[in-house]
């Protein structure tokens, strides 16, 4: 029986990477794994809307929990930003009472809802290794990597109790997925470093460096090819790549690919991408 959970797809999903809403279906099917709409959810926030108001950020926040709370399922998304976040706001709704009634009295006048905080929020990685196992992990596998992976994790979802059974301070479990699917997993220090997103638009110049940072860490490391478990951290670490190069003078290419387009063509889809993506790891650098 497939498990169910209400899909949030992060904070760029259906903006500026659509490559995670075309493969997480096929990555959550191959996988056992039921994605019912969470309707109506919005952004998390990703920490810049807390900068201007953070009881927007929480009640916002609130509202999508009570969402899939009213579904009677607990969230997944493969986002560490969203997932790390939502479980802050969550976290600190259960621990507060007159904080999570004030919110509640809003979420009443406006949209008829109630958190009750009997919901949990979940990343995709930690889905896999808790609950799927790699063993059934393994036995999804078509097409295997063969490459020197870096895996990111980001920091937002190294926090206490939102990255599953995982080690906060030093997590292994994106490690232990790329060894499953083919790849040589890549032992680095910064993969679960910030590049500095809240700050994008405020603070370019510290955040291309921050960015560049992770990438040559990587590519020092002999990775030839970068997966995040982080939708957002994504843009930064491949759009802004080049960018990020000059401002630092560092090495910065690498190809970089979502967590979902990993699983999704590692399991068999989406054939011609893979392909492409062999091709520029074998030609891409510096």
Not at 124 to 147: R, S, Y
């Amino acid at each position: 029986m497939a498990m169910k959970y209400a899909y949030h797809p992060g904070n760029v999903a259906h903006s500026n990477a659509l490559e995670v809403a075309d493969t997480m279906p096929f990555a959550a099917e191959s996988l056992g794994i039921e994605l019912i709409p969470l309707d109506a959810a919005t952004s998390c926030g990703a920490g810049i809307l807390r900068q201007a108001n953070e009881e927007l950020q929480i009640t916002l926040n609130a509202r999508t929990l009570a969402i899939a709370e009213s579904m009677g399922l607990d969230i997944i998304t493969s986002c560490a930003t969203t997932a790390g976040t939502l479980h802050e706001d969550l976290n600190n709704l259960r621990n507060d009472k007159q904080l999570l009634s004030k919110v509640n009295d809003i979420l009443q006048r406006h949209c008829g809802l109630t958190l009750k905080c009997e919901i949990n929020v979940h990343h995709l990685l930690h889905v896999i290794v808790d609950e799927i196992g790699l063993e059934k992990l393994a036995d999804a596998v078509k097409n295997p990597f063969g490459f020197k992976i870096a895996g990111y994790y980001g920091p937002n979802i190294q926090q206490d109790g939102a990255c599953g059974g995982d080690d906060i301070f030093d997590p292994d479990y994106l490690e232990q997925v790329i060894s499953v699917l083919g790849g040589e997993p890549v032992q680095w220090s910064s993969k679960t470093q910030s590049v500095g997103v809240p700050g994008l638009f405020s603070e370019d110049k510290t955040v291309m460096k921050q960015t560049a940072s992770v990438l040559s860490d990587a590519k020092s490391e002999g990775a030839q090819l970068v997966v995040s478990a982080c939708n957002l951290s994504h843009m930064l670490l491949d759009v802004y790549q080049g960018k990020a190069g000059k401002v630092s003078g560092k090495k910065t290419k690498v190809p970089v690919i979502h967590l979902t387009e990993f699983l999704a063509f590692a399991f068999g889809h989406y054939i011609d991408r893979c392909a492409q993506l062999r091709t520029r790891v074998l030609v891409i650098g510096d």
